[in-house]
């Protein structure tokens, strides 16, 4: 879970346009923006190695601090440059503690399945629900022991304390173990014919 909350420094922004962000990039600074409901957005400016070694922590809760004001938020999109992949914008959503949001939240598998078995992920992200201070990094399943043909479906899973899975499908496969078709050898029945078609002519 993550329950640490990010503490980033910054300070209202009032320029706006491309020709003031590149300025602000240059000066190490990513601007930012703050939506709460139907309230006017707060825009911000904010450090750039800080923030950028934050948005690296999945559903992380964020302090942002800015002229004597702070507001207790989530990142909800971040735009990325094509080529160099620095981080150039962020929006931020606001939320209140005790407020319950929804968040998606990538899926990992642990554990061996038995044999020649993989698992295979069929869903990478899951939609859930859960206290803003409690939200999950990840959905870890374990799949040591299971055999070819098994599957973990949504009705399976175990969510943590305070978390509820958002799914349409309660009988959706999220992940399933089989063996791999270059794992499970040659096919020597079909193999047979050819081998006596080739013996045949050989003999002729």
Known sequence: MANNTVVLEGSLRTEF??????????????PATIYAGGEQPIYIKLPQK???????????????????QSKLAVAKEVQKNPVKRTVEHVDFYEVRAGEKIEVEVPVFVEGTPKGAAVAFVDIQELKVRADVANLPEKIVIN??????????????????????????????????????????????????????AEGAAEAE
């Open 17 to 30: 346009g491309k020709g003031p962000a590149r300025r602000m990039r240059a000066a190490q600074e990513i």
């Open 50 to 68: 800080e923030t950028t070694l934050a948005l690296r922590l999945t559903n992380a809760l964020f302090t942002l601090n800015f002229d004597g």
């Open 143 to 196: 799949v040591d022991g299971l055999v070819d043909g098994s599957k973990v479906y949504a009705k399976d899973l175990q969510m943590p304390e305070g978390v509820e899975l958002d799914v349409n499908d309660i009988e959706e496969s999220i992940v399933t173990v089989e063996v791999p078709e270059e794992a499970a050898g040659p096919n020597l029945e079909a193999a047979a014919p050819e081998a006596t």
